[in-house]
Structures are given as C-alpha cells and as structure tokens.
C-alpha cells in the first residue's frame, strides 16, 4: 500500500520495481509484470525491473520470457544469487527448444511424406492413364484390323460370286459341244495299220480325224453299216 502511494504522489521506475517485488513475494506473478513493464517504461535500464519480471515468467513457466529478461537483467545489473536460477531457466528452454525442434521436424516429416505419397499417387494415376490409353488404342487397332479382314474376306466371296455369274453367263451363251468321237471300224484300221498308229498317236492329228468323222459321219449310229 506503502509502495502505491508513492507511485501515485511520485511514479519512478525504482517505485514500480519495489512493488512487482512484494507482488513476487504474494505470488501474483502478472501484477508483478505489469509494475517491471511500467517501472522499464521509466527507465530502460532497470535491471532489477528485467530480473523482477524474468522471476516472474519462471514461475508461470514462461520460460523463454524468463531467459530473455533475466540475461538482460544480469547484463545490467549481475545478482549471483540469481546464477543458478539463470541456469535451470536455460535448460527448461533448451529442453523446450529442443521438444519444438522435434516436432517441426516431425511435421515436415509428415509433410514430405504426404507429398511423396501425394506425388507417387499422382505417378500412379498418370501412368494408369497412360496405360488405359495404350489399350485403349491397342483395342481399336485390333477393331480395325478384324474389319479390315471382314472387309477383305466380303470382297473375296463378291469377286468369287461375280466370276461365278459371269462364268455361268458364258456357259449360257456358248452352249458346250459335244465330244468328238471317231467310228469303232476307223479306229480298229489304224490300230491294225502300225504306220497309222504311229501317225494318229499324235493328238493333233487324232483331233482333226476326230472332226472329219463328225463331219463325215453326222450320225454314228449308222457308221457299223459303212
């Protein structure tokens, strides 16, 4: 109450600082760090306002704070009652620094992961794609092969139909003759007759006795009585 009065008469940074100090002793740590904030509004150079808050962020485990006023405060000011409070506040935030490491290198862990895996899907996806793709086409190069072999297979039946029309159409306007034949008592005399033999053997010569005798001879049935 003492310390309040003064302020409000007279407000010096040394007043501030003696009042966060009870405040510490009461454990009303954030009222003892508004009064170092106003004592270092005053006066920048109070080491006892830095020591008196940085006390203060150690006891609601506000570590980092802690280190960053007390060093301050040790620069301006050393208190080697305060040493080994310094130390325990450098370990608590090596130990925090280290813990915030771990897990920002577990994030990007997690995060390089899942962009690996994001991109091994998106290889994936394209390569099942390209895959699709060549069967696809593959498929449509078989259809058209086998139509291709249909078409060629159609035109082959149409060609073979056509020949055949036009072949009967032949056979229509020139009707087939009959064979020639040569009467049973002529070709008896050649064969009997070693020369004529040897002559007729040739198919020439036996073709055109063969058109004499039709000639000749119009009805075979009649050439025994010759």
């Given at each position: ?19 966060a ?28 306002a830095y020591k ?57 862990y ?34 058209r ?14 060609k ?67």
């Amino acid at each position: 109450r003492h310390y309040t009065d003064c302020i409000k008469a007279i407000p010096s940074a040394l007043m501030f600082a003696k009042r966060a100090a009870c405040f510490l002793r009461l454990l009303k740590p954030n009222a003892a760090i508004r009064d170092c904030d106003a004592a270092l509004k005053l006066n920048s150079d109070s080491g006892r306002a830095y020591k008196i808050r940085g006390t203060a962020h150690r006891i609601l485990g506000q570590w980092e704070a802690a280190l960053k006023d007390l060093a301050e405060g040790q620069a301006l000011d050393y208190d080697e009652s305060l040493y080994s409070m310094q130390v325990e506040v450098q370990d608590k935030v090596g130990q925090l620094r280290q813990r915030r490491q771990e897990r920002e290198d577990l994030i990007k862990y997690d995060r390089d992961q899942k962009r690996a895996q994001a991109a091994r899907k998106k290889q994936e996806e394209r390569r099942a794609a390209q895959r699709a793709e060549e069967s696809e086409r593959e498929r449509k190069q078989e259809q058209r092969r086998q139509e291709q072999k249909e078409r060629d297979i159609r035109e082959t039946r149409e060609k073979e139909e056509r020949e055949r029309r036009a072949r009967e159409e032949r056979e229509k306007s020139f009707p087939q003759q009959k064979p020639l034949s040569i009467p049973p008592h002529i070709v008896k005399k050649i064969s009997a007759d070693p020369d004529l033999a040897k002559v007729f053997s040739n198919p020439m010569f036996m073709g055109i006795l063969a058109e004499i005798c039709a000639f000749t001879f119009p009805n075979l049935g009649n050439v025994q009585r010759l």
